[in-house]
C-alpha cells in the first residue's frame, strides 16, 4: 500500500504476555517514529530510527520495551511482560528524509493494546 | 522544543470559517510551525506548516503573527469530516530528530 501500515490493529493480551507490533513505513522513508497514545491524551513519543540505528529511544517508558528495525525498512516495538499501564495506542510515523525538520510525518492507524 | 498552548475545544457549523488560535510565546528563531491534525479512529496526519510568512495548501491557511509568538490555523469553509483535533506542535529546525512533541490539541466539533 500507500501509507504505513501497522498490524495488527487491535490486540488484548493478558498481563505478563509478551506482545509484537509490526510497522511497515511508507517505501524508501529513512526516518521511522513510534508513539504511545493514551486515551484522552496527544501522542507521546517512544523512539526514533534513522535506517536501522535507533537514534534516540529516550521516551521508552521501561527496559520491558524494545524496538528494532534491523534492515531500515519495517519496525517492530516489543512490549515484554505487558502490565494494564501498558495500554494504549501505538502509532508508527515515518519520513521521506532523516532530518524531517521541515517535512511531513506519515502515520499509521495505530495498534490498539488492551491489557487485562 | 517549545511549548505551545491551545485551547482544549472549539465548535464549529459546517460550512463557515474556522480560526484555531495557537499561542507559543517562547519561541525560537529556528522554531518552525506545524499543524497535524487526528480524526476519530485514526493516526494524525499532516495539515500545513510555517516559519515567518502566512502559508495557504489545499487543505487550510495558517496565519503567523508578526512576532511569531501566536498562530492561527484557518479552515475556510468546515465540513463535518473536519471534526478532529488539530495539534500546532514547533520543531527546531536546527534540532537533532524531527520527532514531533504533541500536546493536547484544540478538538473540534462541527455542527450540521
Known amino acids: 500500500g500507500a501509507g504505513v501500515s501497522q498490524s495488527p490493529r487491535y490486540k488484548v493480551a493478558k498481563r505478563g504476555q509478551d506482545v509484537a507490533l509490526r510497522c511497515d513505513p511508507i517505501?524508501?522513508?529513512?526516518?521511522l517514529f513510534w508513539y504511545q497514545q493514551a486515551l484522552g491524551q496527544g501522542p507521546e513519543f517512544l523512539t526514533y530510527?534513522?535506517?536501522?540505528?535507533?537514534?534516540?529511544k529516550s521516551g521508552l517508558p521501561s527496559d520491558r520495551f524494545f524496538a528494532e528495525r534491523p534492515e531500515g525498512s519495517v519496525s517492530t516495538l516489543k512490549i515484554q511482560r505487558t502490565q494494564q499501564e501498558d495500554s494504549a495506542v501505538y502509532l508508527c510515523a515515518s519520513s521521506l528524509l532523516w532530518l524531517a525538520v521541515t517535512g511531513e510525518l506519515f502515520f499509521g492507524e495505530g495498534s490498539r493494546l488492551t491489557v487485562l | 522544543d517549545a511549548k505551545t498552548t491551545q485551547p482544549n475545544s472549539m465548535e464549529s457549523n459546517e460550512e463557515e470559517p474556522v480560526h484555531l488560535p495557537c499561542n507559543h510565546s517562547t519561541i525560537s528563531g529556528t522554531d518552525y510551525i506545524h499543524w497535524y491534525r487526528q480524526l476519530p479512529s485514526q493516526g494524525p496526519e499532516y495539515v500545513i506548516h510555517?516559519?515567518?510568512s502566512n502559508v495557504n495548501n489545499r487543505m487550510a491557511s495558517l496565519a503567523i503573527a508578526e512576532d511569531r509568538k501566536s498562530s492561527t490555523l484557518i479552515l475556510h469553509r468546515a465540513t463535518l469530516r473536519d471534526a478532529a483535533v488539530y495539534y500546532c506542535?514547533?520543531?527546531?529546525?536546527?534540532?537533532?530528530?524531527?520527532?514531533?512533541?504533541f500536546g493536547k490539541g484544540t478538538k473540534l466539533s462541527v455542527k450540521p
Open positions: 506542535i514547533l520543531r527546531d529546525v536546527g534540532g537533532s530528530q524531527g520527532n514531533l512533541i
Open positions: 510555517g516559519l515567518t
Open positions: 517505501s524508501g522513508h529513512v526516518s
Open positions: 530510527f534513522q535506517n536501522e540505528a535507533q537514534l534516540d
